[in-house]
């Protein structure tokens, strides 16, 4: 019919009508009444927390007090587990002082997530904001989250029979270079919800990047060592001959000063700008960053005291000397701290 629709026309609109109001109904019940309660949805909404800087959402679906707890603990047990210069008795008396030091952890690790969640950064302030709080920083660096970047979820299983479901998070710690699988555990609340609880395998993950952090530092310590053994003996010959040409010659003579010029600008010095120049190319981890910068410095200093030492064997100046003493002095102070430090390092087995 012209201009309207016939009686089973308006037959099949109406079925058609009822089909799509069912399956909108269909949708939003699946939806609300099956989606938002599975634990793919608590993930999802973790991380448009964190996108979205959202706080409050992000404590609905993270334990954050739980998660502080659990972290703090397998913290300390990671570190410990990685450290392979302590006996067992070592590790108890360590793990008896632990208490003293949790509740500032847990203050610097509350900190920590609520400025990731603030900032999308694992960025740390130091010095933290809470009057016990251990370094944010610190809390960062040690967690091995400084560098840490999210690859993506692997996959999420459910065990319906506990209410608990696994997420499986992929990341990469970047001063360690390999990935990492970090295992997020999420229980079912009485609102029929799911909420992370704590990551499972954190003490895992800490001793994971201990281990890599130490195994980088050993490779550290074995090639500088390695040039700074090299180097010493270079300088202990030459030393050698420096007072070789004292004991045979006469320092109030001309070419006495000279022989000793010479052997301290063409000998000497090229020897510890040689061994700066090796120092500075190796990959420094961060652990052994103090110890590096030192003896950079102590070459400097070395240098320095070369060039001022041959200056006063041409002028005999006496401010000239006493400033080469000066630094010759600070530099043996700067040698034995770096020596400590290396001890120290030793002690660890590295």
């Known amino acids: 019919m012209a201009g309207g629709f ?8 109406i079925i058609a009508v009822l089909i799509l109001a069912a399956a909108v109904a269909g949708g939003f019940t699946w939806y609300f009444g099956y989606y938002t309660k599975t634990p793919e949805y608590s993930v999802r909404m973790m991380q448009e927390a964190v ?4 706080q409050e959402k992000f404590a609905r679906y993270v334990d954050v007090e739980n998660l502080v707890n659990t972290s703090c603990d397998a913290l300390f047990e990671g570190i410990m587990d990685a450290d392979a210069s302590m006996n067992d008795a070592q ?3 360590v793990a008896g002082y632990m208490d003293f030091f949790k509740a500032p952890l847990r203050a610097g690790f509350t900190s920590v997530i609520r400025d990731f969640v603030k900032t999308g950064e694992w960025g740390g302030n130091a010095g933290g904001t809470a009057a016990l709080s251990v370094d944010s920083d610190v809390v960062v660096n040690k967690a091995g989250l400084k560098n840490i970047t999210f690859r993506g979820i692997e996959g999420i299983e459910q065990n319906k029979e506990d209410g608990t479901a696994v997420v499986s998070a992929c990341v990469f710690p970047e001063d360690v270079g390999q990935e990492f699988v970090l295992k997020g555990l999420l229980k079912k609340t009485e609102d029929g919800f799911w909420r992370l609880e704590e990551i499972s395998n954190f003490r895992e993950f800490i001793r994971f990047i201990a281990v890599s952090r130490q195994g980088r530092v050993k490779a550290y310590v074995e090639e500088t060592d390695r040039i700074m053994q090299a180097h010493d003996a270079a300088i202990h010959e030459l030393d050698k001959k420096f007072v070789d040409i004292v004991q045979t010659g006469n320092l109030s003579q001309d070419a ?3 022989a000793l010029r010479k052997v301290m600008l063409e000998e000497i010095l090229p020897d510890w700008q040689k061994r700066h120049e090796e120092l500075a190319a190796v990959e420094v981890p961060q652990a052994a960053q103090t110890l590096h910068r030192l003896r950079l410095h102590i070459c400097e200093l ?3 005291y070369a060039k001022i030492y041959a200056e006063w064997l041409e002028t005999k100046a006496a401010p000239t ?6 630094m010759r002095r600070d530099v043996k102070e700067m040698e034995s701290e770096a020596k400590r430090i290396r001890e120290q390092m030793r002690a660890k087995g590295l």
Not at 6 to 13: I, N
Not at 321 to 326: L, P, Q, S
């Open 91 to 93: 590790r108890n008396a």
């Open 321 to 326: 000397i006493r400033k080469a003493n000066e």
């Open 302 to 304: 070395r240098e320095s």
């Open 6 to 13: 016939s009686k089973q026309g308006k037959l099949r609109l």
């Open 51 to 54: 996108a979205k800087h959202d």
């Open 256 to 258: 006495t000063r000279m």
